[in-house]
């Protein structure tokens, strides 16, 4: 678990070119569902590039408490014998979700709808993160929640007996609220019907619908309407994780602030509803481009060319774009910081209840930095210094937030000073090899 252990205190020096291939981990997301929709099938799940980073490896602890069995079989490969909708047991102990919001929020939702009765807890970050925006909805299926003040970790949940389809809106772009609901509606009788205004990503529909549940998608003018019939037979798959765009986003965002860079970033989903940044970084000029785009599993798939871009401009990001690149704001506000002129973020009040506020956390390492950032409660927005315009030279907090971290060493690579980050141990909670595989391409970190 992260941010329990020792202080990894590391800093990023002036670097590049940066050259090579960069093999990025498989998917947080996909990795998550993989393990919790292998569980409730009956039968063998095997997974390959499975992302064996903290989060996900504390869900695949849970699942086994919950009385799956997971079998490590090395390099990536993975087997989930699943115990079938809603043949959870109740855990022993309490689970432990580490740092992981996705982890604990779809778990929540797995088993609100058995008979069951489990307390989750997670590390000092996770325990302040709003949990109502599950809990609430669940409370419609007949599940009881009791935390502590805010709705927050620790918290047990007593799973409804007889539990009841719900209809629900969800009040925030989020897909792990949405992913909640829809497992927790899969061990209640009927249909369960979620709707969301604003597209986040699919990840647990297009998974559902693989697995073999009865699911539907409209789009509609209240939005998207998903549909999901309760108590199917899941059926076992076998599973290739893809690579994660969002982890993808360091190594490119790195090559275009660092002279002479050429990186190529191999086999990255771009599902829509995750590719956000790589069209925000085209409209701000960077050389940025798809190769060799293809479909796999159904999801469009390209390797992306990320090569030095001394002239990228700032610009308004489309805050309807937010939902598609909502991890991605930390790095995206560090490459802004290497353009010219200013980039507007709006519309991304999201930022603020993520494993830190991520907006309070830039801004005050880019400030410290040198780097001019105004903020409102939904916007930021970022004044860029051009190419070799970012002095660097300070110490960032990460607040135990693994994408805070990665961000400002990627901001080191670029500056004229080195740049350190206080604790850069919650990156293994999703990028285990982001040391080694960010030296291998020539940036300069190191552990201090
Ligand atoms: C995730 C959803 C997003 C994202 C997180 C992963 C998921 O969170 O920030 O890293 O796998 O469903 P929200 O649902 O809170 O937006």
Redesign the pocket.
């Known amino acids: 678990m992260s941010g329990h252990g020792t202080p990894i205190p590391m800093t990023s020096h002036r670097s590049g070119p940066l050259t090579g291939v960069a093999e990025v981990p498989g998917d947080?997301?996909i990795s998550?569902r993989s393990l919790i929709l292998g569980a409730l099938s009956v039968g063998e799940t095997k997974i390959s590039g499975l992302l064996e980073g903290e989060d996900v490896l504390d869900t695949a602890k849970a699942m086994q408490a919950f009385g799956a069995e997971v079998v490590n079989h090395g390099g990536g490969n993975w087997s989930v014998f699943g115990v079938g909708v809603g043949g959870f047991a109740e855990p022993d102990n309490v689970i432990d979700c580490g740092n992981s919001?996705?982890g604990v929020r779809l778990i929540m939702g797995v088993m609100a709808t058995s008979p069951i009765t489990a307390t989750f807890t997670g590390d000092a970050s996770l325990n302040k993160r709003p949990m109502a925006r599950v809990t609430d909805p669940l409370a419609l299926f007949g599940t009881q929640a009791v935390g502590r003040s805010g709705g927050r970790l620790p918290m047990t949940i007593v799973g409804a007996a007889d539990p009841v389809p719900v209809r629900y809106e969800v009040p925030v772009?989020?897909?792990?609220?949405k992913?909640a609901v829809l497992f927790a509606g899969l061990n209640a009788p009927g249909k369960t019907v979620v709707i969301e205004k604003e597209a986040?990503?699919d990840?647990t529909e297009r998974m559902l619908a693989g697995f073999g549940a009865e699911i539907t998608t409209e789009e509609t003018e209240e939005g998207r309407v998903i549909t999901l019939t309760g108590r199917p037979e899941l059926t076992p798959q076998e599973i290739a994780v893809p690579r994660d765009p969002?982890s993808a986003a360091f190594p490119v965002c790195a090559a275009l602030i660092t002279e002479g860079s050429d990186v190529l970033v191999p086999n990255i989903g771009l599902n829509p509803t995750r590719a956000g940044l790589y069209y925000t970084l085209q409209d701000m000029g960077a050389d940025l481009t798809f190769e060799n785009m293809r479909e796999e599993g159904g999801e469009p798939v390209a390797d992306l060319r990320a090569k030095f871009s001394p002239n990228m401009k700032g610009i308004e990001v489309p805050p309807e774009r937010a939902a598609s690149m909502?991890?991605e704001y930390p790095v995206l506000s560090v490459v802004a910081a290497f353009a010219e002129g200013k980039t507007m973020m709006a519309g991304v009040k999201?930022l603020r209840v993520?494993e830190s506020d991520r907006i309070d956390a830039m801004a005050k390492g880019l400030r410290a930095n040198g780097v001019t950032v105004e903020e409102g409660e939904d916007w930021w927005e970022v004044t860029g210094l051009g190419i070799d315009g970012v002095p660097g030279g300070a110490t960032c907090e990460s607040f135990l937030d693994h994408r805070i971290a990665m961000s400002f060493m990627v901001m080191g690579m670029g500056a004229k000073n080195p740049v350190s980050v206080d604790d850069g141990s919650p990156i293994a909670t999703s990028f285990p090899i982001f040391e080694s595989l960010m030296g291998s391409l020539g940036a300069k970190l190191e552990r201090t």
């Open positions: 947080k997301s998550h919001g996705t772009p989020s897909a792990q609220v992913s986040t990503r990840h969002s909502i991890d999201e993520k």
